[in-house]
């Protein structure tokens, strides 16, 4: 006897809602399991991690500045998924973003207004669309396998970000810290609630959900990349070029991803340094396949995963857990998001012995 899987004639929809919930309550149960096992109290440290976030309202402005570059960097690697273009180096994209928005402050000097800090976010965006240009061109000329470049290329966007914060952009007056120098209240970006750090960013985060969603689902641009994705080989007779999609898919990835790193700078840290880099480029692509690869999706996704990332600083200080917690409970909904898509899209069948002859014969 054997296990077989067999496809399915069409997914579930309901199953395809349905499963992201439940993989996030069984990564809480698991986690609990753990903790009690490690002698820790795990239904307190999952009620810190999961839920205090979400009923401590000065948590709230925490999970919002966590979201957004999320939620952004998820919106762009959705689109490449879903024409089966996997841009696993948004990481590196979000930090050249960062870069070239800074290299714009910083040659502005002294200068600021609305005019330089929207010169700072296209920087960003033009940075992180350039990253992402060059896994486009390996993959569509010389057929290199875009997961392999793209993350490689996140290694170079660590040393080129170690070489300008400790060398050319290092401030002169940071006590030989390897960091650029903060940006001036003229250059960062307005903040949306007083007494609060909730900047523009978090406005953009919540408004590009439901752009895309149009783009994708009412646009001949959204059809070509759904079509490409399920049927390549009748998207090349229906007139969609292969190599078009990708390219656009990367760009489109690389461009969110320098929007984030942009924002990220200009709103929340107006400073880069060593530990800029925050994996928020690798938690995405977990952001975008909980969230179904949909727009909207990606944003209800994007603020699990930073209440996950609030929580896990909660639970420190409450239950003395390492910091890598929030880190193995993304991981965690990954896997459980990956496993349920398995029996989403294919039926479990047992196959005997004397089955399998006959069909032999």
């Not at 330089?116 to 390996?138: D, E, H, Q, S, Y």
């Not at 170079?156 to 006590?175: E, M, S």
């Not at 990708?246 to 929340?268: D, N, P, V």
């Amino acid at each position: 006897m054997r296990i077989k899987l067999e496809k399915r004639a069409e997914p579930s929809r309901l199953m395809l809602v349905v499963t992201p919930i439940v993989s996030v309550i069984a990564t809480m149960l698991v986690g609990i399991l753990v903790f009690d096992a490690l002698g820790i109290d795990g239904v307190r440290a999952v009620v810190d991690i999961f839920l205090t976030p979400l009923l401590a309202s000065y948590k709230w402005q925490d999970v919002a500045m966590k979201a957004a570059p999320l939620i952004i960097i998820a919106l762009g690697l959705s689109v490449g998924n879903r024409a089966n273009v996997w841009n696993i180096g948004a990481e590196g994209q979000y930090i050249i973003g960062a870069l070239a928005a800074a290299g714009v402050g910083i040659a502005a000097g002294g200068a600021g207004g609305g005019i330089i800090m929207l010169a700072m976010v296209l920087a960003g965006m033009v940075g992180g669309t350039a990253w992402a240009a060059v896994p486009a061109v390996l993959k569509t000329r010389f057929a290199v396998n875009e997961i392999l470049s793209s993350l490689m290329l996140t290694y170079v966007a660590l040393q080129v970000l170690g070489y300008l914060v400790g060398g050319p952009w290092k401030d002169p007056n940071g006590k030989n810290f390897p960091a650029t120098a903060p940006l001036l209240p003229e250059q960062s970006l307005p903040i949306l609630f007083p007494g609060t750090t909730v900047h523009l960013g978090v406005a953009v985060a919540i408004v590009l959900p439901f752009i895309f969603w149009l783009v994708m689902s009412r646009s001949i641009f959204g059809y070509q990349i759904r079509v490409v994705g399920a049927a390549p080989h009748a998207a090349r007779h229906g007139g969609f070029d292969a190599n078009q999609t990708i390219w656009l898919s990367m760009l489109i990835g690389g461009g969110m991803a320098g929007l984030a790193g942009a924002l990220e700078f200009a709103g929340a840290l107006k400073t880069i340094n060593l530990g800029f880099p925050s994996g928020y480029g690798f938690t995405a692509i977990i952001v975008s396949f909980l969230g179904r690869l949909h727009p909207i999706g990606c944003l209800i996704a994007g603020i699990v995963l930073a209440v996950t990332y609030v929580g896990g600083q909660v639970a420190q200080t409450t239950v003395h857990i390492p910091n890598a917690t929030a880190g193995i409970f993304q991981a965690l909904m990954l896997f459980f998001i990956l496993a349920s898509d398995i029996l989403v899209r294919y039926r479990v069948r047992i196959v005997s012995g004397t089955a399998q002859a006959v069909r032999g014969q």
